[in-house]
């Protein structure tokens, strides 16, 4: 019985003192585990925020391109008439478009139907104001029709998306 006291003696306080130091460790490791769980978290956000900023940036771009004054003075429409000049708008509008579409992955839905909104109200004048001229008459008349129709109108779908983006991203700041 004394031997077994002896033992429990030596024994007893190391065994204390392991599950003392088991119980530091594990809290130690559980704090830098989530210390580095966070600073991931962070970093993803860091690169998410990026990312939405780009799309954000990549949609403002394609309106400010498609607006009838931005877009009509890329063409040289002087060797143009309006039939022409309505192919090249409406090709390049999709095409710049088509660019783009993969945005609506990383912005709000609302910013992404003002964006589609604004492209098929561009489209419309496109062809709106191609019906008002003879296929064959010079792409100018064509081009001063479009660009006082779209001055005209109140409240551009493509003035709207760009203020609803601008707001957008002053929100996420």
């Avoid at 760009?162 to 991203?169: A, R």
Wanted: glycine share 2%; aromatic share 8%; proline share 2%.
């Amino acid at each position: 019985m004394e031997t077994l006291l002896n033992v429990l003696a030596y024994t007893l306080p190391s065994v204390v003192m392991l599950v003392g130091v088991w119980l530091v460790l594990k809290k130690t490791l559980r704090n830098e585990n989530d210390f580095l769980t966070l600073e991931l978290k962070k970093q993803n956000n860091n690169q998410k925020l990026s990312v939405t900023l780009r799309a954000y940036e990549r949609l403002i771009l394609f309106l400010e391109r498609t607006q009838p004054g931005s877009i009509l003075m890329r063409q040289n429409l002087s060797t143009m008439n309006c039939l022409q000049l309505q192919t090249v708008l409406l090709k390049q509008i999709r095409d710049e478009f088509e660019h783009n579409v993969t945005q609506q992955l990383y912005v709000s839905r609302e910013a992404w139907a003002l964006v589609c909104n604004a492209k098929e109200s561009l489209v419309k004048l496109v062809n709106l104001s191609a019906g008002q001229f003879e296929t064959s008459e010079a792409a100018i008349k064509m081009a001063e029709f479009m660009i006082k129709s779209y001055s005209e109108s109140q409240n551009p779908p493509s003035e709207m998306a760009i203020n609803f983006i601008k707001e957008e991203v002053k929100h996420i700041f």
